[in-house]
Nanobody
Framework: VQLQASGGGLVQAGGSLRLSCAVF????????MGWFRQAPGKEREFVAA???????FYADSVKGRFTISRDNAKNTGYLQMNSLKPEDTAVYYC??????????????????WGQGTQVTVSS
């Protein structure tokens, strides 16, 4: 199983980016997909997740600004990020977890990870 994250870059505060996560070797609609991020000097933290039913979950810090989705035909997940803030600067990682996972916000529940993509938001 391989996950390939892309779409990161440099953007001004208030701008938008869309991250993509292409999944190979696993059918994305049958698994939970999550996004996590790690800022310099900080631990990796949960950002968003989408389960098999399409229900979405967000960290409070991104709720109302970020949207997680997936395209089953393309076997790809997305993270649309709007109204970006400097504190959103981090390396963003996508990951997949088995369908029965309970703790969507816990990185140890996810068994495959992408390589990470850098998002930098300038003030």
């Amino acid at each position: 199983v391989q996950l390939q994250a892309s779409g990161g870059g440099l953007v001004q505060a208030g701008g938008s980016l869309r991250l993509s996560c292409a999944v190979f070797g696993r059918t994305v609609r049958n698994y939970v997909m999550g996004w996590f991020r790690q800022a310099p000097g900080k631990e990796r933290e949960f950002v968003a997740a989408i389960n098999l039913s399409g229900n979405t979950f967000y960290a409070d810090s991104v709720k109302g600004r970020f949207t997680i989705s997936r395209d089953n035909a393309k076997n790809t997940g997305y993270l649309q990020m709007n109204s970006l803030k400097p504190e959103d600067t981090a390396v963003y990682y996508c990951a997949v977890a088995p369908p029965a996972v309970i703790g969507l916000g816990y990185e140890q529940e996810y068994d495959y990870w992408g390589q990470g993509t850098q998002v930098t938001v300038s003030s």
